[in-house]
């Protein structure tokens, strides 16, 4: 492994302390305070000034996340509240903000994006004709059944990694189950997602997914930039007023006290692996974040900008569907319909980008597969392409 420079055998490593706990590693805590009292997490360090903590009991996301203490996750003023205080029915579908925190929220798993009332037929039960979701479903807030974590050699390298599992269930309803695995290798900056959503039930169930990954200050500050192989701009949430704020998709501002969110649909190209780069980039650190998906799991990017004062975030959103959301998906005959034990894989690679070299690299790299508009405002295109597969 390589740690502070240097190219170090297992048994060299051993030498130099007497537990790898000295430089690196996995470690179950239990939050003690205020709305997080009660949760256990995972805290991570790879050796490299890189570290971040697993929320087990909020869906075995990703909260805090920093690098030689610059942070790299956005915590909102929500904070990591403990999943007992959650109410995902309450505020008319809205109760997904009192939690919304953490580098990683996952959304789903059979509902993302806004409120929706949809019939239900597949369940079976006379008294339940519909389902009515709030904003991003239910699952962020589940906890977790961990199933194991710790370290993992492979000759002179070594991994650590966590994997647990979490239920979305209810009688008469959706039985879905999410396993997740984290992992990864001491010396390196690269954290590897593996999720498997599998229908634990015996009817026929819709299932979504976005990864909701909200990046804050000071990778997100004025003069950072969002890069991305961006081949189409669909859709704008506030495209009667584009160009009012001032803020087109490619440079995000400062806080700003009145900013009203902004949200975007993206069409991004693969590249000939099939993979999907998008990173946002401050130069002025050097620091950024790149995270890449599979368009094939993941087909469709949302970018969104949160640049109120007090509330500084900026997400990069990969998801199954396109963001018109459920009742969308189920007219245009999209919807992903499990049957019994029928399961979809997805992957995530978090690469935090620690110097000039790095951030050369990795725009380098997205723009061999698109170069993306010049034009901070390109006009939408309104272009929902098919997606494969479905239907």
Aim: proline residues 5%; glycine residues 10%.
């Amino acid at each position: 492994m390589r740690l502070y420079g240097q190219e170090l055998t297992r048994r060299e490593v051993a030498a130099l302390s007497g537990d790898l706990s000295q430089f690196a590693g996995v470690r179950q805590m239990t939050l003690s305070d205020g709305a997080e009292a009660g949760q256990r997490v995972l805290e991570f360090r790879t050796g490299t000034g890189l570290r971040f903590t697993l929320m087990v009991d909020r869906c075995f996301d990703i909260g805090s996340c920093d690098y030689n203490g610059m942070a790299i996750g956005w915590t909102s003023a929500a904070g990591f509240r403990a999943p007992a205080l959650h109410d995902s029915e309450g505020e008319n579908g809205l109760g997904f903000m009192r939690s919304f925190s953490g580098l990683l929220m996952t959304c789903g798993l059979d509902h993302i994006l806004g409120g929706h009332t949809a019939e239900v037929p597949e369940y079976n039960y006379p008294g339940r004709p519909t389902a009515t979701y709030g904003i991003h479903g239910r699952v962020s807030m589940l906890p977790a059944r961990l199933t194991g974590y710790g370290e993992r050699w492979e000759d002179d390298r070594c991994f650590l990694w966590a994997e647990g599992c979490v239920r979305q269930s209810a009688v008469f309803a959706e039985d879905l189950e999410l396993t997740r695995r984290i992992e990864v290798e001491v010396g390196t900056n690269d954290i590897q997602l593996s999720d498997e959503v599998r229908n634990r039930g015996f009817n026929r169930t819709p299932h979504m997914l976005c990864y909701h990954i909200n990046v804050g200050y000071p990778v997100l500050a004025e003069g950072a930039r969002y890069v991305a192989p961006i081949k189409d701009v669909v859709w704008a949430a506030h495209a009667d007023t584009y160009k009012d704020q001032g803020v087109g998709y490619a440079r995000p501002s400062g806080p700003v006290d009145t900013f009203r969110e902004q949200v975007w649909e993206h069409e991004m190209k693969a590249d000939t692996a099939g993979n999907v780069a998008i990173a946002l980039i401050n130069d002025a650190l050097p620091l950024g974040l790149e995270v890449t998906t599979r368009k094939s799991e993941l087909p469709c990017f949302y970018e969104w900008q949160h640049l109120q004062s007090g509330g500084y975030a900026f997400g990069i959103e990969p998801a199954t569907h396109h963001v018109l959301g459920n009742g969308f998906a189920r007219d245009r005959d999209e919807m992903i319909w499990l049957e019994h034990d029928e399961s979809r894989r997805y992957s995530i690679t978090f690469k935090v980008l620690t110097d000039a070299d790095a951030i050369t690299r990795s725009e380098a790299a997205i723009a061999a597969t698109q170069q993306q508009p010049t034009d901070p405002f390109p006009a939408p295109s309104g272009d929902f392409r098919a997606i494969p597969g479905r239907g």
